[in-house]
């Protein structure tokens, strides 16, 4: 099992800043993609950015720009730095966190796919 621990949401200004954080922690696992979504009251959740192994930030047109994701290996952590925020980014933001991890007892690999338990994040006009 793999447990994420989500961080850094709260109230700003529109324009403000916010930094986002997501780490994961457990035991045999490798981890191919970390990403955010978010979703607000009444709408679907969305893909906000994600990034992959040895790849570079991929984002929603709507935050282009203005978002930022990076990874810290070392800390199995992503973070997803929030500038210029609007109040159409008001929502709850979801860590999401893909790969493989050898289960207690198993021989083989399996894939996983864990959620974070969400963090809000308010821009007010």
């Known amino acids: 099992q793999v447990q994420l621990v989500e961080s850094g949401g709260g109230l700003v200004q529109a324009g403000g800043s916010l930094r986002l954080s997501c780490s994961a922690s457990?035991?045999?696992?490798?981890?191919?993609?970390m990403g955010w979504y978010r979703q607000a009251p009444g709408k679907q959740r969305e893909l906000v950015a994600f990034?992959?192994?040895?790849?570079?930030?991929n984002y929603a047109d709507s935050v282009k720009g203005r978002f930022t994701i990076a990874r810290d290996n070392a800390k199995n952590t992503v973070y997803l730095q929030m500038n210029s925020l609007k109040p159409e980014d008001t929502a709850v933001y979801y860590c999401?966190?893909?790969?493989?991890?050898?289960?207690?007892?198993?021989?083989?690999?399996?894939?996983?796919?864990?959620w974070g338990q969400g963090t809000q994040v308010t821009v007010s006009s």
């Open positions: 999401n966190v893909k790969g493989f991890e050898v289960r207690i007892g198993a021989v083989e690999r399996s894939e996983f796919d864990y």
């Open positions: 457990g035991r045999s696992f490798t981890i191919n993609a």
């Open positions: 990034i992959r192994t040895g790849g570079s930030g």
